[in-house]
């Protein structure tokens, strides 16, 4: 069950939300994220993302969430400029040069048909054993992928060869609404 789509109000106000939580987190605030629509209370997961001058920054999410909306965009903002393994912590020069994108996720979904995989429309989350790998909808679109470059890419971001998801892989699949202060600058 997908939710309401998002009003530009509350992309915008989610936007503020993460880069404020940043910028807190950087100048060394604990300030609580506000919330002033009543569409950011509802739960569910989220994925932002960080871009600087165009490329990757820092990725993090969650799949499921008990907080409200604003919440988990706030912490994982944080998350994805300090704790996303793959770069150093965000430091406060760059901020100038940051760009946030929300992606707020639908439940995911197991599919047994890749059939089903849309390319734009889902993301893809794989696991076998304790391994596990996720890629965003817009990463396939980005890459120009078919679903099953699309497929063997998540395996390989998961630690697997790029074929495993022939041989017994869980996949599941979810959409999301995407959206980015560059666009909304724009």
């Given at each position: 069950?997908?939710e309401?789509p998002l009003?530009?109000?509350?992309?915008?106000?989610?936007?503020?939300?993460a880069r404020k939580?940043?910028?807190?987190?950087v100048?060394g605030?604990e300030e609580?994220?506000?919330?002033?629509?009543?569409?950011l209370e509802?739960?569910?997961?989220?994925?932002?993302t960080?871009?600087?001058k165009?490329?990757?920054?820092?990725?993090?999410?969650?799949?499921?969430?008990g907080?409200p909306?604003?919440k988990?965009i706030a912490?994982m903002a944080?998350?994805?400029a300090?704790?996303?393994?793959?770069?150093?912590?965000?430091?406060?020069?760059?901020?100038?040069d940051?760009?946030f994108?929300?992606?707020?996720l639908?439940?995911?979904r197991?599919?047994?048909?890749i059939?089903?995989?849309e390319?734009?429309r889902?993301?893809?989350?794989?696991?076998?054993?304790?391994?596990?790998?996720v890629l965003?909808?817009q990463v396939?679109?980005e890459?120009?992928?078919?679903?099953e470059?699309f497929?063997?890419r998540t395996?390989i971001?998961?630690?697997l060869?790029?074929?495993?998801w022939?041989r017994g892989v869980k996949?599941?699949?979810?959409?999301?609404q995407?959206f980015?202060e560059?666009a909304i600058?724009e």
């Amino acid at each position: 069950m997908e939710e309401r789509p998002l009003k530009e109000e509350e992309k915008r106000a989610l936007l503020a939300i993460a880069r404020k939580a940043v910028i807190d987190k950087v100048e060394g605030k604990e300030e609580t994220p506000s919330r002033k629509l009543p569409g950011l209370e509802r739960k569910g997961g989220a994925f932002v993302t960080l871009h600087k001058k165009g490329e990757l920054r820092g990725c993090i999410g969650i799949f499921e969430s008990g907080l409200p909306l604003y919440k988990t965009i706030a912490a994982m903002a944080v998350s994805a400029a300090f704790k996303d393994p793959r770069f150093s912590p965000l430091q406060s020069c760059e901020l100038e040069d940051i760009d946030f994108e929300i992606s707020v996720l639908s439940p995911l979904r197991e599919t047994k048909d890749i059939g089903e995989i849309e390319i734009g429309r889902h993301g893809i989350y794989v696991t076998k054993g304790g391994y596990r790998g996720v890629l965003l909808p817009q990463v396939a679109v980005e890459y120009g992928w078919d679903v099953e470059t699309f497929l063997s890419r998540t395996c390989i971001k998961a630690g697997l060869s790029g074929d495993e998801w022939k041989r017994g892989v869980k996949i599941e699949i979810f959409s999301a609404q995407i959206f980015a202060e560059k666009a909304i600058k724009e």
